[in-house]
Structure formats: structure tokens, C-alpha cells
């Protein structure tokens, strides 16, 4: 991550565009949430992002080195392909209800929203340790019923997102079939 540790992140405002039963109805005014993780590593190949992205480029028909689901040597086999994949979280800002009881009015763990989210998607060629390719893609996705969990999901399916538009441009497919 790259996001500076003050910038707003989340909003939780008083009306929002998704669905949920007495939206951010405990909060005075349009609540924030800052970023206090800095400069922050998000995860490798046995992460759940990494995890997702290899699901999303194997369903993309891309030729994967690894597996992250092999615990001995899913890593290490990704580590000998010809390109080395990274990318760097730059800017996110999402809406967000937190859903509450409809007798007391409590908040529950029940979250529908809406986040953008853009990465600096890189491509390291790993025999020259040369970065070939370094772009900004941004991705979005809105969670419209409140689920456990909602904020996190409607991160990963963002990053899936900006994922499949990485994949999708034409120097990427380049690559990926040796042109």
C-alpha cells in the first residue's frame, strides 16, 4: 500500500446507495475512516489477494507459475517464471452502510457499500530485473445487500476488478503469449 496514513478512506454518510436497515443510523453526521496502516505490505502469493489474483488469471486462461494452495512449493515455483507480477495500492475511497437493528437500533457486523480502488499494477521481467510494464488501473465494485464481512469482500471483488482490467490490456496479453 501506498496510501498516506491521513487520507480518507470510507465514508459512512447518511444516505448511501445500497441497500440495509437503518444505515449508519448510530453515527452523528457523515462518519470517515482515515488510513492508519502507512506504507503497508498487503500480502504475497499465500495471501488471500494472492490467492485471488492466481484464481483470477488461471480463469482468464493465463499460464500461472504455482499454486498458492501447494504449501510446500507453490512460492518457489512462482518465483522461477519469466515475469514477476506486483501491484501497489494507491488510492481507495468507498460508501458504506452499516446495517442496524431494527428494534434498538444497535449496529450490527452487517456492511453494504460501495469502494474504488486504484493499483499501480507492475511487471518485472526476472531475468533482466527490469520493470517492463508499470501502470495505473483502477476498480470498483458495490456490495448492494449487507453481508458479514461486507467491507473486505467488496475490497477483494474491487481488487478482482482492477485485476481482470490489468489482464485485458493489450501489452499484457502481449506478454503473456511472447510477443
Known sequence: SDISRSDEIL???GKVSTEGTLCNHSFRGNA???YGGGREYLGDWSSDLGRVFHQTLTNRGFS???DPSDLFTGAQAASTSEYLIGARLVKMKGNFC????RWYGLPQRSFSGELFVEFEWSVMNS???QVIFKKRIGGYFKQNTPINGGI???FENAFIDSAERFTSLEEIQELATGK
Open 11 to 13: 465514508a459512512f454518510p
Open 32 to 34: 470517515t475512516v482515515t
Open 64 to 66: 500461472v507459475a504455482g
Open 98 to 101: 452499516q446495517e442496524h437493528d
Open 127 to 129: 531475468l533482466t530485473k
Open 152 to 154: 473486505t469482500t467488496t
